[in-house]
């Protein structure tokens, strides 16, 4: 069961580690394979519906870059709070976490996290100012990268986040 678990383990770090490159890639195959390969069938809807849309990915991921860099804000206070001390020195989980090279990887994260949904913000705002030249087909797709990217970025975070407060409370 250790095998699994430490596997598992690796495959997230790593995609932590490269989560901009890998949603990047990610949001690329699907466009790709949407042009290609034709798996599933969408029924379009109307452009002022998509644009709506739009307009609650610009609320959402804002939204959500605030509550992120909150929770950014808070680890980086109880960081200058702790003394950072060596592992072997650490009195409690918190201590070992804030000495050790996780707490630059899960700033990392937040970072991440923050900087897709402001993209998501601003390529949210110019679809919205450019809808009229755009077609719906590509807005569309513009929707559902965006839709992915904020996701995607929110989970991880979370995930995060989760992870932190398990270490708390041991």
């Known amino acids: 069961m250790t095998k699994i678990s430490d596997k598992y383990r690796e495959l997230v770090d790593s995609y932590l580690q490269y989560a901009l490159f890998i949603d990047i890639a990610v949001i690329g195959i699907l466009w790709l394979l949407n042009s290609k390969v034709h798996l599933i069938t969408f029924e379009f ?28 804000t808070i680890i980086v206070a109880i ?36 900087i897709e949904l402001v ?3 601003i390529i949210s705002y110019i679809l919205t100012l450019s809808s009229a030249n755009l077609e719906n087909e590509f807005l ?31």
């Not at 060596?86 to 918190?94: G, R």
């Not at 513009?142 to 041991?170: A, H």
């Open 119 to 121: 993209f998501c913000f």
């Open 45 to 72: 809807k109307s452009k002022i519906e998509h644009l709506s849309i739009v307009e609650n990915i610009i609320g959402a991921s804002i939204s959500l870059a605030g509550f992120i860099l909150a929770s950014l």
């Open 140 to 170: 569309f797709k513009c929707l559902i990268s965006l839709i992915y990217l904020v996701s995607v970025s929110t989970l991880r975070s979370l995930f995060v986040l989760f992870l932190l407060i398990d270490v708390d409370g041991k």
């Open 79 to 114: 960081r200058s709070n702790i003394l950072s001390k060596k592992p072997e020195n650490s009195e409690n989980p918190l201590e070992l976490f804030f000495s050790t090279g996780t707490y630059r990887a899960i700033v990392k994260v937040f970072k991440i996290a923050i």
